[in-house]
């Protein structure tokens, strides 16, 4: 079960909008709509952004919003602002109850 | 408001097992929800561990699923993580989480705070 690839790093200033891909196989992402994208502050346990590809959970910014197409999953964040300076982890279904997390991005805001 | 708070030793000797406790609080795990184990290497990524339904059922990373167990004890509404033979690689923080959706075992949405496992002799 290999991890779903992502961007090590992903910086742009506030204001801007920016995306974070999330590369996985047919098998995981490319096969289910169970994508799920979370935000982590350092020493803080993560936090849901996303999820089923494009749902935001009650409480999270409409400025968090997520797609999905092939094998690539994509989270966008509009209107960049600097509390959004945090690490970022997609997670996707891979069948028989199994999950697997990407290898997360850092966000820089400029 | 649900709350999870996970315990255990802070230290573990390579080659024995870990052993962990997540405490459940303002829900009764016997009740619904499946409930799950992540951990993340210092400096690292989230790995997933494995999931155990309310009735019991488990599901566990294939890459782990040789040396791991997890658990529910429903008199003391909590659910545990054993992992057997541990190696230095195995030192990470620890969370215990429960998905958002009563029937699905995805999207984590309430977490503990993590417990900080180191593997050295």
């Known amino acids: 079960q290999s991890a779903l690839t992502q961007p090590a790093s992903v910086s742009g200033s506030p204001g801007q909008s920016i995306t974070i891909s999330c590369t996985g196989a047919?098998?995981?992402?490319?096969?289910?709509?169970?994508v799920s994208w979370y935000q982590q502050h350092p020493g803080k346990a993560p936090k849901l952004l996303i999820y089923?590809?494009?749902n935001r959970p009650s409480g999270v910014s409409n400025r968090f919003s997520g797609s999905k197409s092939g094998n690539t999953a994509s989270l966008t964040i509009s209107g960049l602002q600097a509390e959004d300076e945090a690490d970022y982890y997609c997670?996707?279904?891979?069948?028989?109850?199994?999950?697997?997390f990407g290898t997360g991005t850092k966000v820089t805001v400029l | 408001q649900v709350q999870l708070q996970e315990s255990g030793p802070g230290l573990v000797k390579p080659s024995e097992t870990l052993s962990l406790t997540c405490t459940v609080s303002?829900?009764?795990?016997?009740?619904?929800?499946?409930w799950g184990w992540v951990r993340q290497p210092p400096g690292k990524g989230l790995e997933w561990i494995g999931s155990?339904?309310?009735?019991?059922?488990?599901y566990y990373n294939p890459s782990l699923k040789s040396r791991v167990a997890i658990s529910l004890d429903t008199s003391k509404n909590q659910f545990s993580l054993k992992l057997h033979s541990v190696t230095a690689a195995d030192t990470a923080v620890y969370y215990c989480?429960?998905?958002?959706?009563?029937?699905?075992?995805?999207?984590?949405?309430?977490w503990g705070q993590g417990t900080m496992v180191t593997v050295s002799s």
């Open positions: 989480a429960r998905p958002r959706d009563f029937w699905s075992s995805d999207a984590f949405d309430i």
């Open positions: 303002g829900y009764s795990i016997s009740s619904g929800y499946y």
């Open positions: 155990i339904s309310h009735s019991g059922s488990t």
């Open positions: 047919r098998s995981d992402v490319g096969g289910y709509n169970f």
């Open positions: 089923e590809v494009t």
């Open positions: 997670s996707s279904y891979t069948g028989a109850s199994t999950y697997v």
